[in-house]
């Protein structure tokens, strides 16, 4: 073929891009690159689709094309295999390896030096932590561009979260104060200074402090995405309700465990806890059932209710292939994976349409807890546009207890409520019950689940690392005189905290 028809599938394949046709780019790619493999930027982009999709090993292996294709810039490429190994697999050990690939080729590669920081983090390696991100604030007092100073700033605010008290002069404090405020920073990254500022405050008791670091925060998180729609977040709940599928697929072999709730609500602590049984694999925040929802049940849920039982097994079969490659051979061993997001509960339709025997563990909390501890965290405003506003995250609670209470009428025996603060009280007692739900045999090793290795990928993962506490149960007493635009929202939609 000529490089005029290579030039034409070139246009081909940018035209499906940026009509979000990726599946279909990906054909006209592979075809460029059966053609022409030494097209390194080909591998590259085709590598990024590939991600899109959710083909994962398919993703590796075009990055590494890439590289082999001499690929300008490879460092980046070794970052996103990175990305790919720790977000995606689960392999914590090849994705620090893929940092390291990064860092050999550029020692002063800042997003590899961030995600390595964050990676040590996860794995509960502070002190390693903490001297990456000062590698990386060293390397980056060099460095004059804009996206550079982002990562530093980051940086610094990671750092300041996770140093012992008595390693934190008040002079830090003041200077993410100052990165806060700082206009030539992103919004994104001014948010994350505040944040973390924030949280330090409130760990030292300054309720003031923390709240008013905490309103900056959210005001400039704000801006990197869409307001609060609340219309549209009622219109999105009765639609849920109302699209009820017509077929279901069959039951499944070792089927995961689903667990939701609201953000802030104690997901990531019970599924830790779950995880110190024999019988049970972390699985952590997976999206699976969203890619579901934008791709094969698209517009969802209107394009759920129509499924054939046929497509509804098809649709399981890719589920569990999807499972089965983040996490080979476990199902095999017959333990069941947890997929804990906690935007699940949107889904529970799908779940139980897709899997008919399926236990959904839903967690609740006080919700005037659970708002002053979503206030005090940065969450992604595309996914979670009410987080950044108290009269907002009233509402959506509002319409998050309307939409379970519907849930719950048609499917309560597959649905069952942890309470964090009956936990954080009377741990066994409130274990005992939720694994007469799984059919699973009582095992007093979960009440150490503190003690168990691994890594853990929320903001929640210092906290699951420690002894039960109680102290964030009524944790939002002290912040009342605050919560008042929060408790008219949920009282204007009909609902106590």
Same mark, same amino acid.
């Given at each position: 073929m000529t490089?005029? #028809?290579?030039?034409? %599938?070139?246009?081909?394949?940018?035209?499906?891009?940026?009509?979000? *046709?990726?599946?279909?780019? /990906?054909? =006209?790619?592979?075809?460029?690159?059966d053609l022409d493999p030494g097209l390194a930027d080909y591998w590259f982009d085709l590598a990024w689709m590939l991600r899109q999709?959710?083909?994962?090993? !398919?993703?590796?292996?075009?990055?590494? *094309?890439?590289? !082999?294709?001499? =690929?300008?810039?490879? &460092? &980046? =490429?070794h970052l996103n295999k990175g990305v790919i190994l720790t977000d995606e697999l689960h392999q914590p050990d090849a994705?620090?390896?893929?940092?390291?690939? $990064?860092?050999?080729?550029?020692?002063?590669?800042?997003?590899?030096?961030?995600?390595?920081?964050?990676?040590?983090?996860?794995n509960a390696d502070r002190e390693t932590a903490i001297a990456t991100y000062e590698r990386l604030i060293e390397a980056g007092a060099g460095q004059a561009d804009a996206k550079a100073r982002n990562i530093v700033a980051e940086a610094q605010a990671r750092r300041a979260l996770i140093l012992p008290k008595d390693r934190l002069p008040e002079t830090e404090l003041e200077a993410l104060a100052a990165l806060a405020q700082t206009p030539a920073l992103s919004a994104e990254a001014r948010a994350n200074c505040a944040f973390a500022l924030g949280?330090? *405050?409130?760990?030292?008791?300054? /309720?003031?402090?923390?709240?008013s670091a905490w309103t900056l925060a959210n005001t400039q998180a704000a801006t990197t995405g869409a307001a609060y729609d609340p219309r549209r977040g009622e219109a999105m709940m009765q639609a849920l309700l109302s699209h009820v599928p017509q077929a279901s697929a069959k039951e499944a072999d070792t089927p995961p465990i689903f667990i939701c709730g609201l953000f802030r609500s104690g997901s990531t602590l019970v &599924? *830790? =806890?779950?995880?110190?049984?024999?019988?049970?694999?972390?699985?952590?925040e997976l999206d699976l059932l969203m890619r579901l929802a934008m791709t094969r049940f698209s517009p969802y849920p209107a394009g759920l209710e129509r499924q054939s039982a046929q497509a509804l097994n098809d649709a399981q079969a890719h589920y569990l292939a999807s499972l089965d490659a983040k996490f080979p051979g476990v199902r095999a061993t017959g333990r069941r994976v947890t997929d804990k997001w906690p935007d699940n509960y949107l889904f529970i339709g799908m779940i139980l349409a897709?899997?008919?025997? !399926?236990?959904?563990?839903?967690? /609740?909390?006080?919700?005037?807890d659970v708002a002053i501890s979503m206030y005090g965290q940065h969450l992604d405003q595309q996914a979670c546009p009410y987080s950044s506003d108290l009269s907002a995250i009233g509402h959506h609670f509002g319409q998050y207890r309307r %939409?379970?209470?519907?849930?719950? $009428?048609?499917? $309560?025996?597959?649905?069952?409520d942890f309470n964090y603060d009956r936990f954080v #009280?009377?741990?066994?007692? !409130? %274990?005992?019950? +939720?694994? &007469?739900? +799984?059919?699973?045999?009582?095992?007093?090793? /979960?009440?150490?689940f503190h003690q168990r290795a691994g890594s853990v990928k929320t903001a929640s993962y210092w906290q699951v690392r420690q002894p039960l506490y109680a102290t964030s149960s009524g944790r939002w007493k002290a912040y009342e005189r605050h919560l008042a635009p929060f408790l008219d929202a949920l009282a204007a939609a009909g609902e106590a905290p």
């Open positions: 490089t005029q #028809s290579i030039q034409t %599938l070139q246009h081909e394949a940018a035209r499906l891009r940026q009509q979000g *046709r990726i599946d279909r780019a /990906v054909d =006209v790619y592979r075809r460029i690159l999709l959710g083909q994962f090993d !398919a993703a590796l292996d075009a990055y590494d *094309r890439a590289l !082999a294709a001499g =690929v300008s810039g490879p &460092e &980046e =490429v994705a620090e390896a893929a940092y390291l690939a $990064a860092l050999a080729i550029r020692p002063d590669y800042l997003p590899a030096l961030l995600n390595l920081g964050n990676l040590h983090e996860e949280r330090i *405050r409130d760990r030292d008791g300054d /309720v003031d402090a923390a709240f &599924e *830790r =806890v779950l995880s110190a049984h024999g019988a049970i694999e972390q699985g952590g897709l899997f008919p025997g !399926a236990r959904i563990i839903h967690t /609740v909390r006080d919700l005037r %939409l379970m209470a519907g849930w719950k $009428a048609r499917y $309560a025996a597959q649905i069952h #009280s009377a741990p066994e007692e !409130a %274990l005992r019950p +939720l694994f &007469e739900f +799984l059919d699973l045999d009582w095992d007093p090793a /979960v009440l150490d």
